[in-house]
């Protein structure tokens, strides 16, 4: 059973306008939640996380959202570039050892 | 420049061959690990370590073998691989296992392993 979803495969959105990625969650344990960035032929690469006692986490042109009652986080790019074209991964963990687990990806395209 | 670094950067292997994956960080850190990605599916764990000692192991088929000399060097040992087996195998590393240790880890660039 996948516990982090991604349900859009991807997305395009125009340049200068917001990106809205979304991710759901299934295990309410997961108290920490990241998003990744992958380029082609990359490895993925930490772009901005959110801790279970927050709401909102912003960093530049990025903010992620958290709503645990819907067990649902988004990640809001605006506004968005070309060069934010890419695959991005939402993953969660919970305290403790344990390990990220990601979802599938959305790939978004972001046309000038 | 990561600085976890993946060689090769591309394979293509048959079924009944041996080869072996390499991955080497200069980053400092204690845990090393093992990703799969396939197509469609979400990034899948499959080895930790974590000063050199394996840690963590997910039901993955022994015809994958994994090594871990020292905490700089990570290699994924391949033999009698099956066509789902392709796919892009990343490494990882961070600084430890503590709570957020997993959550700060830096990835390779990854290797395209194609089975035919």
């Known amino acids: 059973d996948q516990q982090v979803k991604q349900n859009s495969p991807s997305l395009s959105v125009q340049e200068g306008r917001i990106s809205i990625l979304n991710c759901d969650y299934t295990?309410?344990?997961?108290?920490?939640f990241l998003w990744y960035k992958k380029y082609p032929a990359e490895g993925p690469t930490f772009l901005i996380s959110i801790s279970s006692i927050k709401d909102k986490n912003e960093d530049g042109r990025f903010t992620v959202f958290l709503n645990k009652s819907a067990k649902h986080l988004s990640l809001h790019i605006v506004p968005s570039q070309p060069g934010d074209s890419a695959v991005y991964f939402c993953?969660?963990?919970?305290?403790?050892?344990?390990?990220?687990?990601f979802g599938k990806g959305t790939r978004l395209s972001v046309i000038a | 420049e990561t600085g976890v670094t993946q060689t090769p950067r591309h394979l293509v292997m048959g079924m009944t061959n041996k080869k072996s994956l390499k991955c080497e960080q200069h980053?400092?850190?204690?845990?090393m690990y093992w990703y799969k990605q396939s197509a469609k599916k979400p990034l899948e764990l499959m080895f930790v370590?974590?000063?050199?000692?394996?840690?963590e192991n997910n039901s993955v088929p022994s015809r994958f073998s994994p090594e871990c000399p020292n905490s700089s060097h990570l290699f994924l040992h391949l033999h009698t691989l099956q066509p789902e087996d392709s796919a892009l195998y990343l490494c990882?590393?961070?600084?430890?296992?503590?709570?957020?240790?997993?959550?700060?880890?830096?990835f390779g660039q990854g290797t395209r392993l194609t089975v035919v």
């Open positions: 980053l400092g850190h204690n845990a």
């Open positions: 993953a969660a963990t919970f305290s403790g050892n344990t390990p990220l687990v």
């Open positions: 295990n309410s344990m997961f108290d920490y």
């Open positions: 370590y974590s000063l050199e000692e394996r840690v």
């Open positions: 990882a590393s961070s600084q430890d296992l503590s709570s957020r240790g997993w959550t700060e880890a830096f």
